[in-house]
């Protein structure tokens, strides 16, 4: 597990071996004071090699920077599940900008598991 | 006079060929020591080496190819730069730097090493003892020395105290070459800063209209608001175009992120738009194809963008608007009321499959199209600052706002709601706003 000093945004990577999985909790808000914070997660997570899920269940603010990261994250063969419950704006985000569909969300983290690829 | 060895070997003056070698010229070149007058941290270092060995003389000295430069002597009276030097042979400071080591003499005119040098008569060595001054890359470039005017023996106590007092030296003078390092480069970050932005600014203003175009019966601007402390060229744009026939196009864009790459797909994004706009009356038309654009480019950057294609009309304007991953347009009435247009759309430039839809609208006169980047949406104070929190100035708060502008002209409105952000955020922009408006005058 690592741990990111809060900036408006707390990050946490947690890898799991059983499904092989990486989970990236998104605490709190991004923005462009914490962009580079955001980029390095993703970063990380990428580098662990294993199927992502993204948890924005604790987001309060989701900027279009990481709107970024995750179509990114869904192009990867890896595959992409987000955590939710998606709130607020970012919800409004994923609607606004037709995506919403195309990312799977799941509402628990074992079902988010369960809907990785092998 | 005896040989001595060198570990570079020697010259043909018999002095050791390390005085000529050019990285050690280049070390003592940027202590900037060559020629400078005495300070007060070496001449105090110089005294507590009398103090610790009661040589009667203590020295600094750096030493080039071929003169010694006197730094500090403080038993002589400071007799300016062309005075505070000698030939290299004329002292035995060369001996330390040349071995890059120590070098001890306990009676000058019988050690084989310095019988017979011509430095014993003019400055009455009976003993010499000094070190090298080495700096960070290894480079002995002068010495930190004491002579006393009869032969006696150096203690092993008083000899390393020399050498501390000779690296105290090196200390200093290599503290000097890392400051003066880091005062180099960071004028030269400031220089590369400065082009930077310059380069930023012109490229932003390239990707932008320099003034609207005028459109006949209508009252039109545009207002860019960059983020605070931004140096970096962002992707938010606009354009106000003839399509063709009586037919306006009006586009608004917002690339995902910053720098070179969003400043690429933004002229991507302006180009095909202007080029495509005369060829289809149907934003929704124009977009997809741009979004077919950006894919065969492989566009590093999503955009969402709004796009109204219009023409005037004796009781006002009408035409046809498409949002694409946007916010949606808004439209003031005449009556002050506001209202959303636009159905949502999928962003550009991720999916080969977009949904896009135009939507019909009007604008009888006084009334106004207000397009903008989501900065006018989404705009947060400082989380960083110790002020309350203030929740976001979102969508709702800013339909509130352009309606507080009921009556004013376009540019009027595009000031006020710039006000109104910079309220709210406190002068602190978290992002970049574009602000377009689009007004129909009121009839006299």
Redesign the interface.
């Known amino acids: 597990m690592q741990e990111r000093p809060p900036d408006g945004l707390s990050v946490r990577i947690t890898e799991v071996t059983r499904p092989n999985a990486c989970v990236l909790a998104l605490l709190g808000s991004t923005g462009a004071w914490n962009v580079t914070v955001l980029e390095q997660a993703f970063r990380d997570a990428g580098a662990t090699g294993r199927p992502l899920v993204v948890d924005l269940s604790g987001l309060d603010f989701g900027d279009e920077v990481l709107l970024g990261f995750l179509l990114h994250a869904y192009t990867t063969p890896r595959g992409l599940v987000l955590l939710g419950p998606v709130t607020g704006s970012f919800a409004r985000r994923l609607y606004r900008t037709g995506v919403d569909e195309l990312f799977k969300t799941q509402q628990t983290l074992a079902l988010a598991l369960a809907q990785l690829p092998e | 006079m005896g040989e001595l060895e060198y570990p570079g070997g020697m010259r043909e003056d018999g002095l050791p060929a390390v005085l000529s070698d050019p990285a050690r010229l280049a070390a003592l070149e940027a202590s900037g020591m060559i020629g400078s007058a005495p300070e007060q941290v070496f001449d105090d270092l110089a005294r507590l080496a009398v103090s610790i060995t009661g040589a009667a003389i203590s020295a600094i000295t750096f030493v080039g190819k071929t003169r010694t430069y006197w730094k500090s002597v403080p038993h002589l009276a400071y007799g300016g730069v062309e005075n505070w030097q000698n030939a290299v042979g004329d002292s035995f400071c060369y001996f330390a730097v040349g071995a890059n080591g120590p070098f001890v003499v306990e009676d000058a005119e019988k050690d084989p090493r310095t019988a017979g040098h011509r430095a014993i008569g003019p400055w009455g060595v009976g003993a010499w003892a000094g070190f090298p001054i080495v700096t960070a890359d290894g480079q002995a470039i002068g010495t930190m020395c004491v002579i006393d005017a009869n032969p006696r023996r150096w203690e092993q106590h008083e000899l390393e105290s020399l050498a501390v007092l000779a690296r105290a030296v090196a200390n200093e003078i290599n503290l000097r070459i890392s400051l003066s390092v880091a005062q180099s480069a960071l004028h030269s970050a400031r220089n590369a800063l400065a082009v930077s932005r310059d380069l930023a600014r012109s490229l932003q203003d390239s990707l932008l209209p320099p003034v609207l175009r005028p459109v006949p019966g209508l009252d039109a601007s545009a207002r860019y608001l960059a983020?605070t402390g931004d140096v970096e060229v962002v992707g938010d744009f606009y354009d106000l175009f003839h399509a063709r026939g009586p037919w306006w196009t009006a586009v608004l864009g917002?690339v995902?992120?910053k720098g070179t790459e969003a400043a690429k797909v933004t002229a991507l994004a302006r180009y095909t738009l202007r080029a495509d706009a005369g060829d289809h009356l149907s934003p929704a038309a124009v977009l997809d194809r741009l979004n077919t654009a950006m894919l065969a480019q492989r566009a590093p950057?999503?955009l969402?963008a709004v796009q109204a294609t219009f023409r005037t009309t004796p009781t006002g304007a009408a035409g046809r608007l498409c949002t694409a991953?946007?916010?949606p347009a808004l439209i003031r009435r005449a009556d002050g009321r506001v209202q959303e247009t636009g159905v949502?759309?999928?962003?550009l430039g991720?999916?080969p499959t977009?949904?896009l839809t135009d939507v019909r609208f009007r604008l009888a006169p006084g009334e106004l199209l207000f397009l903008y980047t989501?900065g006018a949406c989404?705009s947060?104070p400082?989380?960083?600052s110790p002020l309350p929190h203030r929740p976001?100035f979102?969508e709702e708060a800013l339909a509130r706002a352009l309606a507080d502008t009921h009556g004013m002209d376009a540019a009027a409105t595009n000031a006020h709601i710039a006000d109104v952000l910079a309220g709210h955020h406190g002068g602190w922009a978290?992002?970049d706003t574009a602000l377009l408006s689009l007004r129909v005058p009121p009839r006299p």
């Open positions: 983020a917002d995902c992120g950057r999503y969402t991953g946007h916010p949502p759309g999928t962003l991720v999916m977009v949904r989501d989404e947060r400082d989380p960083r976001i979102d978290s992002d």
